[in-house]
């Protein structure tokens, strides 16, 4: 098995569950469908990787959808941090000595993002794909360091300055990948359809 893992996280596309901000804009039926969208984009993404996904759901582990032959897990743990966490010490236990991890709420990121963050990690501990909105579509690591998972504002615009500010403090080395947009609201994914 590769020492190269990545992980993805995502959710079942249930009405009421799913990208709950687009919803109260255009409705739950319709925030559906657009995450049935970026479910798809991040399907076929994982399907150009060299490296195989290992997927983990964030409600309950759906045997019959379109991860069939990836390997399935259930995140554990309080908040999104401690779910992060517990699956990166996971795939490190497993032998993994990279872990990256992305979300399925970014229509902009492409195989050569994944093959990016892998090779930054050969010269630095962390490395973060930003995301517009002061969060991160990605999270590679050469370690489980847990102290980036912990006590930090999920889905906050300053997620992404303090996260750095820990980084530089605790002397971990980190690079920045280029930075893409997450679809968090309707305007982000009526952005992205209207792209030239």
């Not at 759901?57 to 045997?63: E, K, L, M, S, V």
Request: net charge negative; charged share 20%.
């Amino acid at each position: 098995m590769t020492d190269e893992h990545v992980i993805i996280f995502v959710k079942n596309p249930v009405p009421g569950t799913v990208k709950t901000r687009i919803a109260r804009t255009v409705g739950n039926d319709q925030a559906t469908t657009v995450y049935r969208h970026l479910l798809r984009h991040t399907q076929a993404l994982a399907s150009q990787l060299t490296v195989r996904p290992v997927v983990y759901y964030g409600d309950f582990i759906n045997p019959d959808d379109g991860w069939n032959g990836y390997p399935k897990h259930l995140q554990t743990g309080d908040d999104l941090g401690q779910r992060m966490l517990h699956a990166f010490r996971e795939q490190f236990e497993a032998g993994a000595t990279r872990v990256v991890i992305i979300g399925s709420d970014c229509l902009d990121i492409t195989p050569a993002h994944i093959g990016q963050a892998f090779e930054a990690l050969n010269d630095h501990d962390v490395v973060i794909g930003p995301a517009m909105d002061g969060g991160y579509y990605l999270l590679g690591m050469r370690a489980p360091f847990a102290f980036v998972f912990e006590n930090k504002p999920w889905s906050q615009p300053e997620l992404l300055p303090l996260t750095l500010a820990e980084l530089t403090k605790q002397k971990i080395t980190y690079t920045l990948l280029e930075y893409l947009s997450d679809i968090d609201e309707w305007a982000d994914y009526e952005a992205h359809l209207n792209k030239p």
